[in-house]
């Protein structure tokens, strides 16, 4: 069955530091992948989509990268701020059915 | 302002008694679906809709009904809610099923006791 595997752990890490998260997927072969963050109680924001002929793709102080042969992205937020605290979650498209699946997230905090 | 809306934000009920949770999208988007979100378990699709008078089961479907008479609105219902249905629940909305970014409601949070 198709599984995604984020971060099993929250990630707690010092202001001005680079917070790396993972998300590894098995049994997809997904042609983009998508990541979000929720903030406690609210819905899901979209942060960037990625798709696989792209490797990296940036926004602001955000940059992720999708490795098709390790079935893997990595979405990094550098220079972390207090407000980068927050759950971030990754999606990508089902291969049967192309629906959207999320994966259950990490939790990262930032200290000042 | 693109925006999904949901109602109510916050509803506690009693087992069995038939509620609604109404979701409203402003984007002229197709697709629209329903989640619902528990600690450890992540989002789960309830219910998708590909258009006016389409929808199908997503993944945990059960005890749940929808209805898309119109493109903008997609009501979530609880004929006979039970305790197993208290979660978080998300309206969502894109223009395509997952290639483009999906919209979010605020949330509902439903006790059901």
């Known amino acids: 069955s198709q599984k995604i595997e984020q971060n099993s752990e929250a990630l707690n890490i010092q202001e001005g530091k680079t917070a790396t998260l993972t998300c590894n997927y098995t049994n997809y072969s997904p042609a983009y992948l998508q990541w979000y963050r929720q903030d406690p109680g609210r819905g899901p924001v979209f942060l960037l989509l990625?798709?696989?002929?792209?490797k990296e793709k940036r926004k602001e102080r955000l940059k992720v990268t999708f490795d098709t042969t390790l079935k893997q992205s990595l979405f990094h937020i550098t220079a972390s701020q207090p407000a980068d605290s927050a759950t971030y979650l990754c999606?990508?498209?089902?291969?049967?059915?192309?629906?959207?699946?999320f994966g259950a997230g990490t939790t990262v905090t930032v200290r000042a | 302002e693109a925006q999904v809306t949901q109602n109510p934000r916050y509803l506690i009920t009693v087992t069995g008694k038939k509620l609604t949770v109404t979701c409203s999208q402003n984007m002229n988007h197709e697709y629209m679906s329903w989640y619902r979100q528990d600690p450890g378990l992540g989002l789960r699709q309830i219910y998708y809709s590909m258009n006016v008078e389409v929808t199908d089961k997503g993944d945990v479907p059960e005890g749940y009904k929808v209805s898309r008479k119109e493109k903008r609105n997609f009501p979530l219902i609880l004929e006979s809610p039970s305790p197993n249905q208290t979660s978080l629940y998300f309206c969502?909305?894109?223009?395509?099923?997952?290639?483009?970014?999906?919209?979010f409601g605020q949330g509902t949070r439903l006790t059901v006791v």
């Open positions: 969502a909305s894109s223009q395509g099923i997952a290639d483009t970014e999906a919209f």
């Open positions: 990625i798709r696989e002929n792209e």
């Open positions: 999606a990508l498209p089902r291969s049967n059915d192309y629906k959207l699946s």
